[in-house]
Every structure is written in structure tokens, then in C-alpha cells.
């Protein structure tokens, strides 16, 4: 059975860095990884995303500031966000998905970031 279960949101000023991180446990087969955002009236929308194959992804607003990684020996998957604006308040959930047609197939319960400005 996988799970996946997130840590390491907060509160934090505009400016400011957070990262969250993503506990992997079974096998999610060759799907690929990811971290989504939601922010309430709106549907869920991907940030950043790694292929099986180590391929990286990342939503336009993010480049830059955020940084995806998979450490496969732990099975994390963290997301080091940088210059936070506060339009990057959300609810952030962990993903596991098929990679071509970005069917979610499993999801995290989600970790809150606020950033105030």
C-alpha cells in the first residue's frame, strides 16, 4: 500500500524559505513524483514533478525559486522553496502520478504554507 506523508509546512514572511518534504512508503512503480498546490475555490495545480528518470519539471511561477528532489536511498521527496511570495500560500500535497498523462494516482493529506507579506 503507499502513503505518502508530508512535513515541513509553516508560516513565514514574504522573503522567506521553507522546505517541505514527502515520505514515500511502498512501491509506486515507475510513476512519477511530485508536489501540487491548492488554494481554496481553485483545483489543485502542479508545482514541480520528477520523472522516474530523474527529468524535472517545475510550473513557470516557481522556476527559480523552488528546487524538487528525490533522495531515493530515504524514498523522500523534498521541496526547497526559496523568495517566497504570498501567492505561494497553499495547501501543499505530496503526489504520485502516471507520468504521461499526469493521472494522480495516489495523494499526500496535504501540509499548509502561509506566507504573509
Known amino acids: 500500500q503507499v502513503q505518502l506523508v508530508e512535513s515541513g509546512g509553516g508560516s513565514v514572511q514574504a522573503g522567506g524559505s521553507l522546505r517541505l518534504s514527502c515520505k514515500v512508503s511502498?512501491?509506486?512503480?515507475?510513476?512519477?513524483l511530485g508536489w501540487f498546490r491548492q488554494v481554496p475555490g481553485k483545483e489543485r495545480e502542479g508545482v514541480a514533478g520528477?520523472?522516474?528518470?530523474?527529468?524535472?519539471s517545475y510550473d513557470d511561477y516557481v522556476l527559480g525559486r523552488f528546487t524538487i528532489s528525490h533522495d531515493s536511498a530515504k524514498n523522500t521527496l523534498d521541496l526547497e522553496m526559496k523568495s517566497l511570495k504570498a501567492e505561494d500560500t497553499g495547501m501543499y500535497y505530496c503526489?504520485?502520478?502516471?507520468?504521461?498523462?499526469?493521472?494522480?494516482?495516489?495523494w499526500g493529506q496535504g501540509t499548509q504554507v502561509t506566507v504573509s507579506s
Open positions: 503526489a504520485a502520478f502516471h507520468c504521461r498523462t499526469e493521472v494522480v494516482r495516489y
Open positions: 511502498g512501491n509506486i512503480g515507475d510513476n512519477c
Open positions: 520528477i520523472d522516474s528518470d530523474g527529468s524535472i
